[in-house]
């Protein structure tokens, strides 16, 4: 199964004859300490909030990858976690710190441009011990000094000088001086153009929605293993994997490539029930997870197949469905379940009395740790990606609706009774089709699951949510 990840999954590596290179876009990181500023000047730079902010030091724990456009010129903007010196030994704090300093100096190592944030005043141990072990990458840092704003501790700041720079930038982040002449001084630092070839170190958690690319978030509660599978689909480190719930905050974006169609990963917060979550930090993170329901074509449920399902997983898939989004419930860490066809059937089947309505929806066994399943999860997300952007012609359509009416005429009752005049498809990802009747209002739930059915069946919508409408057939019956 490694065999399999390196051929068919990182972006680097996995790129065929027939699949471009990507375009060269220069990674710019924001590095710095907790708390100077570094995710809104993030959100500054992409002209809209991306980045959790917060004034807790510390909020940013994963490295946030977008596309941005800085003066006319394509980059990958980065926003790392902060470097903290003091860190706490033998706790779960600082498990998650070391964690996060090692993984911000990678993704410096990596980087074009080093955008090194001090905060206004006098410099700290912190700030003088990362410019220390930044000296090997002094020919790419560019020194910036935020919370500047009406003249805030500026005569201060320039003893920023004394440490090797030749130049040092006043800003206000949140206030937006002076970011115009840091954008300048970015596009001056940058190289011309990038290393050869398509695989250039480090390019594997890019964030830019490439055209035609499936878009999967990945959600679930906290600990399924999310990261891990990102990680894996990916062939990167570019979210944290940790034993303690909750290291996740901001939504994590990668890419990858297999069997020649490209794909983006959301990697989201473990979403816990509302009276779980206790801080305002996580209170965002759930949000923006939620929130990536929106941006995905499939939301891939992360169950752990030791646990029993909760009320929280079926919420979330409920929201999926009524977005109109692909579906697939993927029990991870299958490999510790034991070997069994009746183990699967009887997991399976409790599932799909617990989520009722949702028997489309693929449930796949997986093991993000040893990539287990992997393939049939991808091809599972090949093939739902195409029923998601399946148009039926109008004509086809009632051409079944004929026959679907015949097979099960509506019922005659007084009361009960309705013609459907005909069907359209009016929008394709999510899918939505609109049945106009008369006596709309009588049309049954009952009715429109058959109806629904009957697409799946005839139309080869067997995998996907279909949000169906019945509207008034005349003028009369809508004025009602």
Not at 116 to 138: H, K, N
Not at 210 to 232: E, H, V
Not at 251 to 263: A, D, P
Not at 396 to 418: A, C, D, I, M, T
Request: charged share 25%; with cysteine; glycine share 8%.
């Amino acid at each position: 199964m490694s065999d399999y990840i390196e051929e068919n999954v990182h972006e680097g590596a996995a790129q065929t004859k027939a699949d471009p290179p990507p375009a060269y876009r220069p990674r710019v990181a924001l590095a710095g300490r907790p708390n100077v500023g570094k995710s809104t000047l993030f959100n500054r730079l992409l002209r809209r909030r991306r980045s959790i902010t917060d004034p807790t030091p510390g909020v940013t724990r994963d490295p946030v990858s977008m596309g941005a456009v800085i003066l006319g010129r394509p980059v990958e903007l980065i926003d790392t976690g902060g470097f903290k010196l003091d860190r706490e030994h033998d706790s779960i704090q600082g498990d998650l710190e070391r964690e996060v300093v090692e993984r911000t100096l990678g993704i410096l190592k990596g980087a074009d441009l080093i955008v090194l944030i001090f905060e206004a005043g006098e410099l700290t141990l912190e700030d003088e011990e990362f410019i220390s072990l930044l000296r090997p990458y002094q020919s790419k840092l560019l020194a910036v000094v935020n919370k500047t704003e009406g003249g805030r501790r500026i005569s201060e700041s320039y003893n920023i000088l004394s440490y090797g720079f030749d130049r040092v930038i006043m800003i206000s982040a949140e206030h937006g001086d002076n970011v115009g002449e840091l954008e300048e001084a970015i596009i001056a630092a940058l190289p011309e153009s990038g290393p050869e070839g398509p695989g250039a170190e480090g390019r594997g958690a890019g964030g830019t929605q490439t055209q035609g690319s499936i878009k999967l978030a990945l959600l679930g509660k906290p600990n399924t293993g999310k990261s891990t599978l990102s990680n894996r689909l990916t062939s990167s480190e570019a979210s944290i994997v940790s034993p303690h719930p909750g290291t996740t905050r901001d939504v994590v974006e990668g890419e990858f490539t297999f069997k020649k169609r490209k794909f983006q990963v959301l990697d989201t917060a473990g979403i816990r029930r509302k009276t779980k979550v206790s801080e305002n930090i996580e209170y965002y993170s759930v949000n923006r997870a939620i929130r990536a329901i929106d941006q995905a074509d499939i939301v891939i449920l992360i169950i752990d197949a030791q646990e029993s399902l909760t009320d929280q997983d079926k919420k979330i898939a409920a929201l999926a469905h009524e977005k109109g989004r692909g579906i697939i419930l993927a029990l991870n860490k299958w490999d510790t379940m034991g070997e069994g066809k009746n183990t699967f059937n009887a997991v399976r089947d409790r599932i799909r009395f617990l989520f009722g309505q949702m028997e489309y929806a693929p449930i796949l066994p997986l093991s993000a740790l040893n990539g287990e399943g992997l393939e049939k999860l991808l091809n599972t997300c090949i093939t739902m990606s195409a029923q998601l952007h399946r148009q039926i012609e109008t004509s086809v359509l009632n051409q079944h609706l004929s026959k679907w009416l015949v097979e099960y005429p509506p019922p005659l009752g007084k009361q009960s009774r309705f013609k459907v005049r005909y069907a359209v498809q009016t929008q394709a990802n999510p899918v939505r089709f609109i049945f106009f009747a008369s006596r709309s209002h009588a049309v049954s739930e009952p009715y429109v699951a058959y109806l629904r059915n009957r697409i799946r069946r005839d139309l080869g919508f067997s995998l996907i949510p279909l949000l169906i409408e019945v509207r008034a057939s005349s003028t009369r019956e809508k004025g009602r």
